[in-house]
């Protein structure tokens, strides 16, 4: 990824990770970082309104390692939904998940979602689990909360760069569209899978973990 506008963001989260930058000045960093991968997915959509070839629909399946392999599901599908990709998680031979997605927004989601993972397992073995809590279910509930948080954030970036762009709206709804049909496709007879009980305590320190989340990332995925 060349885009000189995620040459930017490089630039940006390397002032936000150094040890040196105050917590008031790394929070301004990932803001603007966050606000400026929004740009690129509107850009690249924009870009590709005349001609589609530019950014196909595609899929991939990305396969999930335990430990909390359906807490990771969530994640990525935190990230993958503001980016206006489809999820359809599958656990029949482990955990896996089936994205589907125009190919600059597929390749948002995988930058960040393992940027993101790191960043969970970083703030996870940071936070103690209280002496009253089970661990895992601490951790699940945890993992659940940096999701959330990261989710909304994403939606709010998400949103500003669409109103920043005129016409970008009626453009990214027929985006939508095509990756709703290819999913259906691959998926006619889809169910939606009930809402996971987490009895975890974790949930507002993950909350906040998510927060503060550096939102951007140039590393690739690798599985």
């Known amino acids: 990824m060349t885009d000189p506008l995620l040459a930017r963001v490089r630039k940006l989260l390397a002032k936000a990770e150094d040890p040196a930058c105050t917590p008031a000045e790394a929070e301004a960093f990932t803001a603007k970082a966050t606000e400026l991968i929004a740009k690129y997915g509107v850009d690249r959509a924009l870009l590709a309104a005349d001609d589609p070839s530019l950014d196909p629909v595609g899929d991939r399946v990305v396969p999930l390692d335990p430990p909390y392999a359906l807490d990771k599901a ?3 599908a935190a990230v993958a939904v503001p980016f206006r990709c489809r999820v359809v998680r599958k656990t ?16 948002r989601v995988e930058l960040l979602f393992t940027s993101l993972l790191v960043q969970a397992a970083h703030g996870l073995s940071a936070v103690p689990v209280p002496a009253h809590e089970h661990p895992a279910a601490f951790r699940r509930s945890w993992l ?80």
């Open 92 to 107: 029949r031979d482990g955990v896996q998940v089936h994205l589907f997605g125009h190919a600059a927004d597929l390749e």
């Open 74 to 76: 969530g994640l990525l």
């Open 144 to 223: 659940a909360g940096f999701a959330h948080a990261v989710g909304t954030r994403l939606r709010a970036a998400e949103q500003a760069a669409q109103e920043a762009a005129p016409g970008a709206a009626l453009v990214l709804v027929r985006r939508s569209d095509l990756v709703e049909r290819r999913m259906a496709e691959a998926y006619p007879k889809l169910r939606t899978a009930g809402r996971r009980r987490l009895a975890g305590g974790g949930l507002e320190q993950g909350y906040a973990a998510g927060q503060a989340a550096s939102l951007a990332s140039v590393s690739p995925l690798t599985g």
